[in-house]
Structures are given as C-alpha cells and as structure tokens.
C-alpha cells in the first residue's frame, strides 16, 4: 500500500493531462493531493494518511449507516416499541475491543513511520539550518563552509507590476545542495524567532526553536529541485523565506562542492578584507609553525648562534614596516629567506601573531591589505 502511493499520484496526474486533451477548460486543473515522494519517509507518511483515511471512511460508513438504518427501519410511526436493556456485558465488551482493535490497527503503522522518520543515526552528511527573519542558512560542517539562502522572486512581481513567475514566491538565491542517494542529517534551530524547515517531497518539516537544535533527515532518490516553505507563522515577512533544495549526481555535486570550497579559499583571504586580531593570531600561529618554528622554535627563543630570537626581538616589537620588508625581502648574508611566496593573508597572520606571542606585547595587527601595499 506504501509503495503504490507513486503510482497513485502518478495515474491522477495522467489521467489529468489526457482529460485536458479532450477538454480544454481542464488544462488549468490542479491536482489537489501531495507532492510526489522522493523518499522512503515521504512514501510511507503518504501511505499511513491513505490507510487511516480509509479506516476513518470504514468508521463513518459503518456507524452512519448503522444509526440511519435504525432511525428509519425502527421510528415510532411505523408501530415499532424500543427495547428496554440495561447493562448488557456482551455490548460492553463489544464496544471496548473493537475500538481498541482499531487504534492498535492504526498505531502500528504509524509508530514505524514515526520510528524511521526520527532515526538520524549514521548520516551520510550533516548541514546545520538556522531560520532567520526572514531566509535561510546553510552550514556543510563537515566541509568547513555555509551561505545564505534569500527570496529570489522579484519586487516587481510581488508588487503585480509584472506577471507571476512559474515559482513565485518558491525560488531563492543559493538553494541547499546534496547529492543523490545520500542520507543528508540536518541540525535545525533558529537565531530569532520560531521557524518550521519544510519540504513536502522529503517528508521532512521540523520546527526551528531558537535556543535548541532539533534534527531530522532526508535520502532523495531522484535528481531535481524540490520546494518547500517555512511552515510556522513568524513574522510579516513570513510568506517569504521559502525552502529550495537541488539533489544532483554525485559527479555534479562533487564539481559544486570543489567550486563552493574555491570560492570560500577565496573569501577568506581576500586581500582587501579587514580581519579581527583574534583571527590574524590563531591562523598565524599554525603559519608559523610550518614556515618559522623549524629555525625560531615554537616558544619563539630561537638557536644561540646561529638563528635569531623573535622573543623579545627589536624588529618584531618595533616598527610594522620593518618587520614587513624583512619578511618579504628577506635578509643578504643571513638563513633568512624572503617569505613572498606566502599570501598576503598568511604574512599579515603570521607578523600579527609574533609581535603579539611570547614575550612580545606590541598589541597591534596588521592586515593582508598592508602586506599588499608593502610588496609594490
């Protein structure tokens, strides 16, 4: 019954067009039903709701039709007297265990969906999605990288100073990305307010509570672009922060996630960027420990003799163009080489942590844009 839902959804779509062929005025019908599933969740929450409306209709029919015959065949105006009983046990019994045998019916298919709709364990990979007022954001952890994800749908079109898109209001900048056949965990919270992540095709829609991470997942069979919107009321921009997600092939989410990874290399060390101290010092510290430490040491005391201090070091605690033009010039007659084949980001990283460890309390930073302006 689960896995024929498809097929269900499928034939009603068909029988659709092919009417629409005959009929013309039935080109504009719409099929009021779900999303077709492309997963196993989303097939058997559909096949649950199929199975317990077809109980419900059982019920309706059976105690309707039970109550209407009785009303009519039983009415006083056709001489028939009521039937005095009192405490009759065999109805008692009859009434409790048919009911209980209809809630056990039901309560087991649906606690195996509920079971596997909740099981997250052994995920192929894991995005973190925080809901804001009002988009999206989408953070790979395992890849080090995230983005934001904002309406798309022009201002034009909202304001019906131009026809509606094909996927008005359902459309965004940078949709999520995963591949085909992968099970994807999502860690799911919110930075504000009360957000819902939904995608009707996935089977997946979790609440985004801001102070918590909930969690779910989704395993798409099938490449394509699939739409979704946040399901909780959260603000008056709440009808515009809907949800997009692009499952490609492997291949092709392996030649997005190569260019996603250049372009955030790119990012962070973008010459022109203005970086916290914090920052400069932790990403110095491991520069200077695969380019420096080997002759400096790691506590910065140098070797008596051979090579210099930088605890404690004149040129490290005084001017920040000395200690620039050194590190990039290099020194004649000395083991010290220039270091112009580092980026910019890595020098400014590394000047930045030397003058601020050990010893050395000159509190300044220098920036990947001074190393820049010091190398012309």
């Known amino acids: 019954m689960v896995r024929n839902c498809t097929g269900r959804v499928a034939a009603a779509r068909t029988l659709i067009a092919g009417a629409a062929g005959l009929f013309p005025a039935l080109a504009l019908a719409r099929v009021y039903t779900f999303q077709d599933p492309v997963t196993e969740v ?4 559909i096949g649950l709701h199929n199975y317990i409306m077809w109980i419900c209709a059982a019920i309706f029919v059976g105690v309707f039709g039970v109550m209407f015959y009785s009303i009519f065949k039983h009415r006083k105006s056709v001489g028939h007297k009521a039937a005095q009983f009192h405490e009759n046990t065999l109805v008692e019994v009859i009434w409790t265990v048919i009911p209980f045998l209809i809630l056990l019916f039901m309560a087991y298919p649906a606690t195996r969906t509920i079971l596997l709709y909740k099981d997250t364990s052994s995920p192929d990979m ?42 008005y209001l359902l459309e965004v900048d940078n949709p999520l990305v995963v591949p085909v056949d992968t099970k994807v965990r999502l860690l799911i919270t919110a930075n504000d307010v009360l957000h819902a992540w939904w995608v009707p095709a996935f089977g997946v829609k979790q609440d985004a509570i801001p102070g918590f991470v909930r969690d779910a997942w989704f395993k798409a069979e099938r490449v394509g672009t699939y739409r979704g919107q946040c399901a909780e009321l959260c603000g008056k921009e709440h009808g515009f922060m809907p949800v997009v997600v692009e499952v490609k092939s492997k291949e092709d989410y392996a030649k997005w996630l190569g260019a996603q990874k250049q372009k955030t290399a790119a990012a962070a060390d973008d010459p022109n960027r203005a970086w916290d101290a914090k920052e400069l010092v932790a990403r110095g510290e491991k520069v200077f420990a695969a380019n420096c430490a080997a002759c400096h040491q790691a506590n910065g005391k140098g070797v008596p003799n051979a090579f210099p201090a930088l605890d404690g ?38 000047v930045t942590y030397t003058r601020n460890a050990w010893g050395n309390t000159v509190a300044d930073a220098v920036q990947p844009s001074e190393v820049k302006a010091a190398r012309k």
Do not use: C
């Not at 925080?130 to 080090?144: H, M, R, V």
């Not at 990288?145 to 909202?158: M, V």
């Not at 000395?322 to 010039?329: F, H, K, P, S």
């Open 126 to 167: 894991t995005v973190k999605v925080t809901g804001y007022q009002w988009k999206w954001s989408y953070d790979y952890l395992q890849e080090g990288f995230g983005f934001y994800s904002n309406l798309k749908t022009p201002l034009s079109q909202i304001e019906n100073r131009e026809a509606k898109g094909e996927n």
């Open 42 to 45: 989303a097939r058997q929450q």
């Open 313 to 350: 070091s004149k040129i490290v605690n005084g001017p920040k163009a000395d200690q620039l033009a050194l590190v990039l010039n290099g020194k004649a007659g000395t083991a010290m080489a220039s270091f112009k084949q580092l980026s910019d980001t890595d020098l400014a990283a590394v």
